[in-house]
């Protein structure tokens, strides 16, 4: 059993920072590549930025130079930290991690519940 739970999300003005995080728990034997996803009302779910077991990673355009992503493995947490904000960039934001488990020594993607990003004035 894993449990992928996220904190953050809110307000912000245009411009503005925000920070997201993400922690796993349970029977977690491995994690492996783990990232943040996103959805805008009426949108497909998009890739935001990933994060390997080893540290590289991987960013959308419109996240390139404003968007970090970073991982703590003996925490087993990852955070989505943003900068410069825009409005396209509301939308609910999920976390993601591939996961081995002790019980079936097999992976799987898990998720996170989602939280909300309004950057409004």
């Known amino acids: 059993q894993v449990q992928v739970v996220q904190s953050g999300g809110g307000l912000v003005q245009p411009g503005g920072s925000l920070r997201l995080s993400c922690v796993a728990s349970?029977?977690?034997?491995?994690?492996?590549?783990m990232g943040w996803y996103r959805q805008a009302p009426g949108q497909e779910r998009e890739q935001v930025a990933t994060?390997?077991?080893?540290?590289?990673?991987t960013y959308a355009d419109f996240a390139k130079g404003r968007f970090t992503i970073s991982r703590d493995n003996a925490e087993k947490t990852i955070e989505l930290q943003m900068s410069s904000l825009k409005p396209d960039d509301t939308a609910v934001y999920y976390c993601?991690?591939?996961?081995?488990?002790?019980?079936?020594?097999?992976?799987?993607?898990?998720w996170g519940q989602g939280t909300q990003v309004t950057v409004s004035s």
């Open positions: 993601t991690a591939r996961i081995m488990v002790n019980a079936t020594m097999t992976a799987n993607w898990y």
């Open positions: 349970g029977d977690i034997h491995s994690m492996y590549m």
């Open positions: 994060i390997t077991s080893g540290g590289r990673t």
